[in-house]
Protein backbone atom coordinates (compact mmCIF):
# COMPACT_ATOMS: atom_id res chain seq x y z
CA UNK A 1 0.00 0.00 0.00
CA UNK A 2 0.94 3.86 -0.38
CA UNK A 3 2.59 5.08 3.08
CA UNK A 4 4.69 8.71 3.38
CA UNK A 5 7.20 9.13 6.08
CA UNK A 6 8.51 12.53 7.26
CA UNK A 7 11.08 13.40 9.51
CA UNK A 8 10.38 13.25 12.89
CA UNK A 9 9.84 16.51 14.81
CA UNK A 10 10.30 18.95 16.44
CA UNK A 11 12.32 21.41 14.50
CA UNK A 12 13.37 24.54 16.43
CA UNK A 13 15.18 27.26 13.92
CA UNK A 14 16.10 30.50 14.35
CA UNK A 15 14.66 33.25 12.33
CA UNK A 16 16.23 32.70 8.31
CA UNK A 17 17.80 30.17 9.07
CA UNK A 18 17.47 27.15 5.98
CA UNK A 19 14.45 24.41 6.58
CA UNK A 20 14.88 20.94 5.26
CA UNK A 21 12.07 19.00 6.23
CA UNK A 22 12.52 15.43 4.53
CA UNK A 23 9.98 12.93 2.86
CA UNK A 24 9.95 10.00 1.01
CA UNK A 25 7.12 7.48 0.43
CA UNK A 26 6.00 4.55 -1.06
CA UNK A 27 3.48 4.19 -3.62
CA UNK A 28 2.46 1.51 -6.39
CA UNK A 29 1.89 3.59 -9.44
CA UNK A 30 2.97 7.76 -10.42
CA UNK A 31 1.60 9.73 -7.82
CA UNK A 32 1.02 13.65 -6.84
CA UNK A 33 2.77 14.94 -4.14
CA UNK A 34 1.92 17.92 -2.00
CA UNK A 35 3.04 19.37 1.05
CA UNK A 36 0.30 20.75 3.11
CA UNK A 37 0.82 23.36 6.00
CA UNK A 38 -1.24 23.47 9.32
CA UNK A 39 -1.42 26.78 11.33
CA UNK A 40 -1.70 26.57 15.16
CA UNK A 41 -5.79 25.77 15.12
CA UNK A 42 -6.72 25.69 11.78
CA UNK A 43 -6.87 23.37 9.45
CA UNK A 44 -4.63 22.29 6.43
CA UNK A 45 -3.79 24.70 3.77
CA UNK A 46 -2.37 23.34 0.52
CA UNK A 47 1.73 24.67 0.01
CA UNK A 48 2.85 23.01 -2.56
CA UNK A 49 2.34 20.16 -5.10
CA UNK A 50 4.16 18.25 -7.96
CA UNK A 51 2.28 15.68 -10.43
CA UNK A 52 5.31 14.45 -11.87
CA UNK A 53 9.04 12.88 -11.81
CA UNK A 54 11.35 16.12 -11.48
CA UNK A 55 8.60 18.65 -11.30
CA UNK A 56 9.25 21.47 -8.18
CA UNK A 57 6.42 22.95 -6.76
CA UNK A 58 6.99 26.09 -5.20
CA UNK A 59 5.18 28.70 -3.06
CA UNK A 60 5.59 31.26 -0.38
CA UNK A 61 9.36 30.62 -0.49
CA UNK A 62 8.86 27.18 0.18
CA UNK A 63 9.85 24.72 -2.91
CA UNK A 64 9.85 20.87 -2.94
CA UNK A 65 11.08 18.39 -6.17
CA UNK A 66 9.30 15.16 -7.14
CA UNK A 67 12.47 12.81 -6.99
CA UNK A 68 11.43 9.58 -8.26
CA UNK A 69 15.13 7.76 -8.28
CA UNK A 70 14.73 8.71 -4.62
CA UNK A 71 10.87 8.22 -3.73
CA UNK A 72 11.36 11.52 -2.26
CA UNK A 73 9.90 15.21 -1.78
CA UNK A 74 11.63 17.21 0.58
CA UNK A 75 9.98 20.65 1.52
CA UNK A 76 13.20 23.36 1.57
CA UNK A 77 13.07 27.14 1.99
CA UNK A 78 16.28 29.17 2.23
CA UNK A 79 15.15 31.64 4.99
CA UNK A 80 12.31 31.03 7.52
CA UNK A 81 10.24 33.26 9.57
CA UNK A 82 8.60 33.37 12.99
CA UNK A 83 5.19 32.91 10.35
CA UNK A 84 6.24 29.77 9.25
CA UNK A 85 5.54 28.51 12.68
CA UNK A 86 3.01 25.33 11.86
CA UNK A 87 3.04 21.81 11.29
CA UNK A 88 3.81 21.00 7.77
CA UNK A 89 2.10 17.60 6.44
CA UNK A 90 3.54 15.91 3.29
CA UNK A 91 1.00 13.77 1.18
CA UNK A 92 0.42 11.64 -1.86
CA UNK A 93 -2.48 11.06 -4.25
CA UNK A 94 -2.22 7.44 -5.87
CA UNK A 95 -2.34 7.55 -9.58
CA UNK A 96 -5.11 5.55 -10.45
CA UNK A 97 -7.99 6.45 -12.40
CA UNK A 98 -10.40 8.40 -10.32
CA UNK A 99 -8.60 8.22 -7.52
CA UNK A 100 -8.93 10.98 -5.25
CA UNK A 101 -7.63 9.25 -1.62
CA UNK A 102 -4.64 11.42 -0.05
CA UNK A 103 -2.10 9.68 2.12
CA UNK A 104 -0.30 11.60 4.81
CA UNK A 105 2.50 11.68 6.60
CA UNK A 106 2.69 12.31 10.59
CA UNK A 107 3.27 15.84 10.11
CA UNK A 108 6.21 17.75 11.05
CA UNK A 109 5.87 20.97 13.64
CA UNK A 110 7.97 23.58 12.90
CA UNK A 111 8.65 26.44 15.29
CA UNK A 112 10.99 29.69 14.51
CA UNK A 113 11.98 31.72 16.76
CA UNK A 114 13.47 35.31 16.65
CA UNK B 1 -11.48 30.10 -5.04
CA UNK B 2 -11.88 27.06 -3.60
CA UNK B 3 -12.89 27.65 0.09
CA UNK B 4 -14.20 25.38 2.53
CA UNK B 5 -16.19 26.15 5.53
CA UNK B 6 -17.01 24.66 8.64
CA UNK B 7 -19.48 25.03 11.14
CA UNK B 8 -19.11 25.43 13.97
CA UNK B 9 -15.08 25.96 14.50
CA UNK B 10 -15.23 24.79 18.20
CA UNK B 11 -18.59 22.55 20.60
CA UNK B 12 -18.83 21.15 23.27
CA UNK B 13 -21.58 18.76 24.35
CA UNK B 14 -22.16 16.49 27.26
CA UNK B 15 -21.88 12.42 27.19
CA UNK B 16 -24.94 10.44 25.06
CA UNK B 17 -26.08 13.94 22.72
CA UNK B 18 -25.28 13.98 19.23
CA UNK B 19 -23.51 16.76 17.73
CA UNK B 20 -23.56 17.66 13.98
CA UNK B 21 -21.14 19.48 12.16
CA UNK B 22 -21.16 20.79 8.70
CA UNK B 23 -19.02 21.44 5.76
CA UNK B 24 -19.74 23.37 3.03
CA UNK B 25 -17.92 24.61 -0.61
CA UNK B 26 -18.59 27.84 -1.16
CA UNK B 27 -17.26 28.57 -4.39
CA UNK B 28 -17.35 24.93 -6.50
CA UNK B 29 -19.21 22.05 -6.81
CA UNK B 30 -17.85 19.58 -4.40
CA UNK B 31 -18.43 15.64 -6.00
CA UNK B 32 -16.40 13.94 -3.41
CA UNK B 33 -16.18 15.08 0.33
CA UNK B 34 -13.96 13.75 3.19
CA UNK B 35 -13.78 13.77 6.89
CA UNK B 36 -10.75 13.05 8.93
CA UNK B 37 -9.87 12.86 12.39
CA UNK B 38 -6.62 14.42 13.53
CA UNK B 39 -5.75 13.37 17.74
CA UNK B 40 -2.94 15.39 19.00
CA UNK B 41 0.15 15.29 17.53
CA UNK B 42 -0.74 12.28 15.15
CA UNK B 43 -1.64 13.27 10.95
CA UNK B 44 -4.89 12.94 9.91
CA UNK B 45 -7.42 9.61 9.76
CA UNK B 46 -9.30 9.38 7.02
CA UNK B 47 -12.95 8.37 8.51
CA UNK B 48 -15.26 7.88 4.94
CA UNK B 49 -15.06 9.29 1.56
CA UNK B 50 -18.77 10.63 0.01
CA UNK B 51 -20.24 11.38 -3.15
CA UNK B 52 -22.87 13.80 -3.61
CA UNK B 53 -26.09 11.82 -3.58
CA UNK B 54 -24.97 8.03 -2.33
CA UNK B 55 -23.66 6.49 0.50
CA UNK B 56 -20.49 7.58 2.47
CA UNK B 57 -17.48 5.07 1.98
CA UNK B 58 -16.15 4.41 5.73
CA UNK B 59 -12.31 3.30 6.60
CA UNK B 60 -12.35 0.65 8.48
CA UNK B 61 -12.39 0.69 11.86
CA UNK B 62 -15.23 3.80 12.11
CA UNK B 63 -18.25 2.72 13.33
CA UNK B 64 -20.80 3.89 10.61
CA UNK B 65 -23.80 4.14 13.24
CA UNK B 66 -21.86 6.35 14.96
CA UNK B 67 -20.40 9.10 12.93
CA UNK B 68 -23.58 9.56 10.23
CA UNK B 69 -22.34 11.13 7.47
CA UNK B 70 -25.05 12.92 4.76
CA UNK B 71 -23.55 14.50 1.17
CA UNK B 72 -27.55 15.87 -0.02
CA UNK B 73 -25.85 18.20 -2.11
CA UNK B 74 -22.88 19.66 -4.04
CA UNK B 75 -22.21 21.95 -0.91
CA UNK B 76 -23.05 20.19 1.56
CA UNK B 77 -21.73 17.43 3.92
CA UNK B 78 -22.63 17.04 7.48
CA UNK B 79 -20.82 14.45 10.09
CA UNK B 80 -23.21 13.49 12.86
CA UNK B 81 -21.67 12.12 16.07
CA UNK B 82 -24.33 10.35 17.74
CA UNK B 83 -24.09 9.70 21.12
CA UNK B 84 -21.21 11.44 21.88
CA UNK B 85 -18.43 9.63 24.63
CA UNK B 86 -15.37 11.79 25.72
CA UNK B 87 -13.30 9.75 24.06
CA UNK B 88 -15.00 11.17 20.73
CA UNK B 89 -13.19 14.19 21.77
CA UNK B 90 -11.05 15.25 18.55
CA UNK B 91 -10.29 17.77 16.19
CA UNK B 92 -12.65 17.31 12.92
CA UNK B 93 -11.24 18.39 9.47
CA UNK B 94 -13.94 17.93 6.36
CA UNK B 95 -12.10 18.38 2.56
CA UNK B 96 -14.17 18.98 -0.50
CA UNK B 97 -12.65 17.63 -4.07
CA UNK B 98 -14.05 19.08 -7.18
CA UNK B 99 -13.45 17.41 -10.56
CA UNK B 100 -13.53 18.50 -14.41
CA UNK B 101 -14.53 16.27 -16.60
CA UNK B 102 -12.24 13.30 -15.58
CA UNK B 103 -9.29 14.66 -15.26
CA UNK B 104 -7.05 13.09 -12.33
CA UNK B 105 -5.26 16.52 -11.83
CA UNK B 106 -8.37 18.19 -10.86
CA UNK B 107 -8.70 15.89 -7.57
CA UNK B 108 -7.49 18.65 -5.45
CA UNK B 109 -8.35 18.43 -1.81
CA UNK B 110 -9.72 21.82 0.05
CA UNK B 111 -9.40 21.64 3.08
CA UNK B 112 -11.97 23.45 6.11
CA UNK B 113 -10.81 25.01 8.88
CA UNK B 114 -11.99 21.63 11.44
CA UNK B 115 -14.30 21.36 14.03
CA UNK B 116 -12.95 21.13 17.58
CA UNK B 117 -15.07 18.61 20.07
CA UNK B 118 -15.12 18.42 23.10
CA UNK B 119 -17.45 15.99 25.08
CA UNK B 120 -17.66 16.40 28.40
Known amino acids: GNSVTQMEGPVTLSEEAFLTINCTYT??????LFWYVQYPGEGLQLLLKATKADDKGSNKGFEATYRKETTSFHLEKGSVQVSDSAVYFCALRDSGAGSYQLTFGKGTKLSVIP | GAVVSQHPSRVICKSGTSVKIECRSLDFQATTMFWYRQFPKKSLMLMATSNEGSKATYEQGVEKDKFLINHASLTLSTLTVTSAHPEDSSFYIC????????????????FGPGTRLTVL
Open chain 2, 95 to 110: SASDRVGNLLHSYTQY
Open chain 1, 27 to 32: ATGYPS
